[in-house]
């Protein structure tokens, strides 16, 4: 790791702007992995399946990575962001793709809704995971049932953040392109 954390500085310094292209691919591959864990510990929950239960707790931990660590790696792209994207330093009255996606294509709107990605992440992992020790603990069905109410929730939160993160962090590399390809 220390090695890597010397690799990342000289990268840095060699050429900012590619490093944080770099750094964005890197930060959105490891969050897929751990909001695909998520995804699957909300299934498990939603659908009462009893083949999940082996790997539940495995990927309730992988899930409990996004927030803090993720969001902690998620600070180089939001430090970079105006360099990585190309929208956040032009005029949004001269160009009609920024005009037609305000106010997420703003810089306020922009650190606002990635905090908030974050923020229902780590609400949603976290009760979670709690019911989940505190199922371990005394056994009561109370637990299942409130991991039921916060997986139906979660599923909805877990639908529009991912989608919205896809577009933010990623689609809008290439803010005039339009697609549905970004859809959960």
Not at 56 to 69: N, T
Request: glycine share 8%; net charge positive.
């Amino acid at each position: 790791m220390v090695v890597g954390g010397f690799v990342c500085m000289a990268g840095a310094g060699i050429d900012l702007k590619k490093f944080g292209y770099a750094w964005l691919l890197a930060f959105v591959f490891y969050l897929t992995v751990a909001l695909g864990a998520l995804f699957l510990v909300l299934i498990h929950h939603l659908t009462d399946a009893g083949w999940s239960v082996a790997v539940r707790r495995f990927c309730e931990h992988i899930a409990a990575l996004l927030f803090p660590w993720l969001a902690i790696l998620f600070v180089p792209v939001a430090v970079l962001a105006p360099m990585i994207y190309p929208w956040m330093t032009i005029d949004p009255h001269t160009d009609r793709a920024l005009i037609a996606k305000w106010p997420l294509f703003t810089l306020p709107g922009f650190y606002i809704v990635s905090a908030l990605f974050f923020g229902v992440w780590w609400r949603l992992t976290s009760r979670l995971r709690y019911w989940s020790f505190r199922q371990d603990e005394t056994g009561e069905a109370y637990c299942t049932h409130r991991m039921r109410f916060h997986s139906g929730w979660g599923v909805l939160a877990f639908a529009a953040t991912v989608t919205l993160s896809g577009i933010i962090w990623v689609q809008a590399l290439q803010y005039q392109a339009f697609s549905t390809i970004y859809g959960l």
